[in-house]
């Protein structure tokens, strides 16, 4: 059974991960193919390209969308399903040396950090990161 995605909201409730999405202006095929992988993702069926390991529980989807590559950042929920802390996007201009952002990934380790001391705080879902 796949696990259900859940989306990282602010300290305020802002829908900061759907925002950003939004941003992003995806054509439909993208859609398609970040529904797919995400439900890949779900679902453990992941191939070792998909995704890279960022360390701390964090971890790095990657989707090549041909002249666009967008990078997911998310971490696993114990006894939960994938939580998405961000979406970003770069244009691809070459084949090689499309790096990420270290900057989108330190968002990602902020948002996971607050996520987690809410989580911790309130007691009300499971805090703990494969």
Do not use: H
Not at 52 to 60: A, C, D, I, M, Q
Not at 89 to 104: A, L, R, Y
């Amino acid at each position: 059974m796949a696990k259900r995605w859940e989306f990282y909201r602010s300290s305020v409730d802002a829908d900061v991960v759907q925002k950003e999405i939004a941003k992003c202006r995806m054509k439909r095929d993208e859609l398609v193919r970040l529904q797919k992988i995400m439900e890949r993702t779900a679902r453990d069926e992941l191939l070792p390209k998909d995704r890279k390991p960022l360390g701390e529980g964090l971890w790095e989807l990657r989707l090549n969308c041909g002249e666009r590559i967008f990078r997911l950042f998310y971490s696993e929920v114990e006894g939960a399903g994938p939580l998405l802390l961000g979406l970003k996007f770069v244009n691809k201009k070459s084949t090689q040396g499309i790096k990420t952002d270290p900057g989108d990934i330190e968002t990602a380790r902020k948002r996971l950090s607050e996520w987690q001391t809410r989580q911790s705080g309130d007691g009300s879902a499971p805090g703990a990161l494969k």
